[in-house]
């Protein structure tokens, strides 16, 4: 099963280091991974998505706790949270199928953000069955490129995972 | 500004080994009242260091130089990060500029050592220091022990920087829990009242947290059986009637016995190592295991937990102590006393010929040592019949490399150990493989006049390695054989120590008692029976219970 762990972490130099380290060294898999800013200044977050049982995610969670620039770890997965990638792909388009494409872009709330005489990057955002559906439909019209944020994270309605 | 932090920190030694990025370091040690030991190889720095705080419960401090000052120190750390010891190293770095250009000895130590640390750091600025330092002692010797390593270029060690140092600190990613759950100390209270066949199974983490009397009263009043793995030996007196001995690969056959039949396992501070556990399917599969730890992350690694208490072994004894209710075990302590009267531990005492037997030397010296005596052990053969047959009665007193199993630890640590207890009888128990690996430290030992006894069980063989091709390579003993071995009196008097020899029982004795006389490092020659074996043995990932008994055990 996949996880996804929400980490808090000091912004402090090799933290990223330390956090992909500790995967690779315990054999734990990180399908993917986000850092970015967050409200609090000097704190950045992690969206880490792992696959595994709840034994080995457990472990996870633990060890991660264990590296000293981690401040929080939490489990998106187990509670009602919105989960969000966002990935380009550049498609082979023909003059001939532009609007086949096009239309499958629309049903997915796609959008077609550059297009040269025989490519289109298109952009896509949600979760990760809308990504793979639209990667298979626009397979046969041949993909060239592909590039995905990782999984970014929030819990659904006023709970927030914050430091303290 | 790192020898003032050293002072407040009430360091009291440092182990090292100067060089070219730490000579401002070494510059301002050389006005300075703290003592430094200079060791002959950087690796012997980090086991010295490892040995003083496992006897003093005190972090342990080393400086080194960059590049190849660092990199010596790898082994050292790794070993003390395996077995949970607090240290703190600092070494030197190239100057800021230089860092990232492969200058002359640079390493990238802190990316070298973050999976062996408990945290390190690259400091930056002077400024940064005090800070840091604080830290690294506070993250050092709190919650599981630990090493912290510390890099600093060589121009932060030249700058100026406000020093206003602070030992308290808090840092925001680490709160250790001290205190156990009240809910699960009540649950472990009751499995104990319960319990028809207790056994209490403990480890390095009693030693560490200073829980010896807590245990001792726990297995007292509730009259549970105790089973210690080889870092927690010292824990509870080795001879007292309830003590069952080591448990698993090379453990007593009443521990494994115990262990597999007990209905309750009251773990505390330990880890359940594969050496302990055998084949984890089949370890204690009739046994509800409480499991007392103060890293949340060991609970539930290898094994089931039934009852996690996340705490201070120390704490949460007492706390159980508090509301103890004993249960009757009086049936489970005839059945474990049959076990015992009917498996005593081989000993190998029956002469083949008259070559000594390394199992008699362990218990001539065992025997006329006193009770604070601290051992220190290499790894190997001689590691396992000292953990089988030299009586430990007190925390702190037997320093051994459990998790990484590091050949060379021994020497070293039992340096550390003689500074860190000057009045106490201190004895290095190695073999002639071990000891060849940091055999350079008799000059530090001599140096500083040091007295400590080097017993080298001397079989001329990689014992252990040995026994393994005897049992499951058929006898193919592939470069195991130790050919070309120093004479080691004579390389004990090349460097100024006492070199002894003995080759049968009677010489041995002697040489014991006359080496116990003698000051300054003795080295004893013990040269035993090449090929005997450490008995009993479970094979790798069989049951505990499903015991190779061999030996002789008349």
């Given amino acids: ?164 | 500004m790192i020898i003032s932090a050293m002072q407040k920190e009430g360091v009291e030694i440092i182990f090292g080994y100067p060089g070219g990025a730490v000579l401002p370091l070494y510059d301002s040690l050389y006005d300075s009242e703290l003592k430094h030991l200079l060791v002959r190889h950087e690796q012997a720095a980090v086991h010295a260091a490892d040995g003083y705080a496992r006897v003093t419960g005190k972090p342990g401090v080393v400086f080194a130089t960059s590049g190849p000052g660092a990199t010596n120190l790898v082994t050292g750390i790794a070993n003390a990060y395996m077995d949970s010891v607090p240290l703190v190293l600092v070494t030197g770095q190239v100057p800021s500029g230089f860092i990232g250009t492969d200058a002359f000895q640079e390493a990238d130590i802190t990316g070298i050592t973050l999976p062996v640390t408990k945290h390190n750091y690259l400091v930056k600025n002077a400024k940064q220091l005090p800070e840091i330092l604080s830290e690294a002692f506070y993250l050092a010797s709190t919650g599981r022990r630990g090493p912290v390593l510390l890099d600093v270029p060589k121009d932060v060690f030249d700058q100026e920087a406000p020093f206003e140092y602070n030992v308290e600190c808090e840092i925001p990613g680490y709160n250790p829990t001290y205190d156990g759950h009240v809910g699960q100390i009540s649950r472990a209270v009751k499995a104990i009242r319960d319990a028809k066949r207790p056994v209490i199974f403990g480890g390095g983490g009693l030693i560490r947290s200073g829980a010896s009397t807590a245990l001792q009263d726990l297995a007292d009043k509730a009259q549970i059986p105790i089973i210690l793995s080889l870092m927690g030996l010292g824990a509870y007196p080795g001879d007292r009637e309830l003590f069952l001995g080591m448990p698993g690969m090379h453990g007593s056959i009443t521990a494994n016995y115990a262990l597999s039949e007990a209905d309750l396992i009251i773990a505390t501070g330990v880890r359940f190592d594969d050496r302990v556990t055998g084949k984890l399917d089949s370890f204690a599969r009739n046994a509800k295991i409480v499991h007392i730890d103060i890293d949340p992350a060991e609970i539930g690694k290898n094994v089931k937990i039934d009852v996690p208490i996340v705490g201070d072994v120390k704490i949460v004894l007492e706390a159980i102590l508090k509301k103890l209710q004993p249960g009757d075990t009086a049936g489970w302590l005839k059945q474990i006393d049959n076990w015992q009267k009917q498996n005593p531990m081989p000993g190998g005492l029956k002469k083949t010929g008259s070559a000594l037997k390394p199992q008699f030397v362990i218990k001539e010296l065992s025997r006329l040592s006193d009770d604070h005596t601290i051992v220190a052990t290499d790894v190997g053969q001689h590691q396992m019949w000292t953990a089988q047959h030299f009586i430990v009665r007190r925390p702190q007193a037997f320093l051994t490399s459990g998790g990484l199993g590091t050949m060379g630890y021994g020497f070293p640590a039992s340096i550390g150990a003689k500074l860190a207890a000057p009045e106490k009888r201190v004895i290095c128990i190695t073999g002639d493989g071990s000891f060849q690996m940091n055999s350079q430290e008799l000059a530090t030992a001599v140096y500083n006049r040091l007295d400590i006894i080097i017993a080298i069980i001397n079989n001329s063989y990689l014992g252990m390695v040995r026994q393994w091709q005897d049992i499951f390579y058929d006898k193919r003993y592939s470069h195991t054989l130790l050919e070309g071995n120093p004479d080691f009196v004579k390389l004990a008097e090349a460097y100024g120590a006492t070199g002894m020899r003995a080759k049968d029982e009677h010489e041995a004795t002697a040489v014991i008692e006359q080496a116990m006389q003698q000051k300054g490092p003795v080295v004893i020659d013990f040269v035993v029976e090449p090929e005997e074996n450490v008995y009993p043995m479970v094979a790798p990932n069989r049951a505990i219970n499903d015991i190779i008994i061999g030996g002789d055990r008349s």
Avoid: C, W, Y
């Fill in chain 1, 1 to 164: 099963m996949k996880h996804v762990l929400a980490v808090l972490v000091e912004d402090k130099p090799g933290v990223l280091t330390r956090v992909a380290g500790l995967f690779s060294r315990r054999g734990f898999n990180i399908d993917n991974i986000a850092v970015g800013e967050t409200v609090s200044p000097g704190i950045s977050r992690m969206t880490i998505t792992v696959e595994g049982s709840e034994t080995i995610v457990e472990q996870v969670v633990k060890q991660l706790h264990k590296l000293v620039n981690v401040i929080k770890v939490s489990n998106l997965s187990e509670e009602p949270s919105v989960m969000r990638e966002l990935m380009l792909i550049k498609v082979s388009a023909e003059v001939g199928s532009r609007s086949d494409i096009q239309q499958i872009v629309e049903t997915f709330r796609g959008k077609v953000v550059d297009v040269s005489p025989d490519t289109m990057i298109i952009e896509v955002t949600g979760n990760e069955e809308k990504m793979e559906a639209i990667k298979m439909l626009l397979q046969h019209f041949g993909l060239k490129e592909i590039v995905r944020t990782g999984k970014v994270a929030l819990l659904r309605g006023s709970k927030i995972t914050r430091e303290g």
